[in-house]
């Protein structure tokens, strides 16, 4: 290929990563679970179930993520727990792999979520994919 029709190619990547983004917000619109594309088939995590209880003073989140864990090169390694526009309300930092545990439950106790924010999303990390996974939108039970 010559270097004259490399360089009017160029355009085509832009584009397809500008459609493959715009693809992937409008994929599961709509409640509880929110659906997002995989990250090159590498594998996400994903937050499949989610439970709150506490009070104002502070709220237990729980979370149950399913992910493809396979060993200490890849897995999911946090979990956040995010209100209004992406604001990180809590973070519970899992110290290890789950490979033999799918999916597996884990809790993150005193988090504040202010009284206006009356529903938070779910979001888990994989170690080699990122924040690409199913999220997990929960309502606030406020008193």
């Known amino acids: 290929m010559t270097a004259e029709r490399l360089a009017a190619q160029r355009w085509l990547v832009p584009l397809a990563l500008a459609l493959l983004v715009v693809a992937c917000g409008e994929i599961g619109e709509g409640a509880g679970v929110v659906a997002t594309a995989s990250h090159g088939g590498v594998g996400c995590a994903d937050v499949i179930d989610g439970s709150i209880t506490g009070t104002d003073a502070g709220f237990t989140v729980s979370a149950t993520v399913r992910s493809t864990d396979r060993g200490w090169d890849k897995y999911a390694d946090v979990w956040q727990v995010r209100g209004p526009d992406g604001v990180v309300l809590g973070e519970r930092v899992l110290t290890h792999p789950h490979e033999t545990e799918q999916p597996f439950t884990r809790s993150l106790a005193g988090v504040r979520i202010p009284r206006e924010v009356t529903e938070v999303v779910l979001a ?8 690409c996974g199913t999220e997990f939108e929960i309502e606030v039970p406020h008193q």
């Open 124 to 131: 888990a990390h994989d170690l080699v994919a990122g924040y």
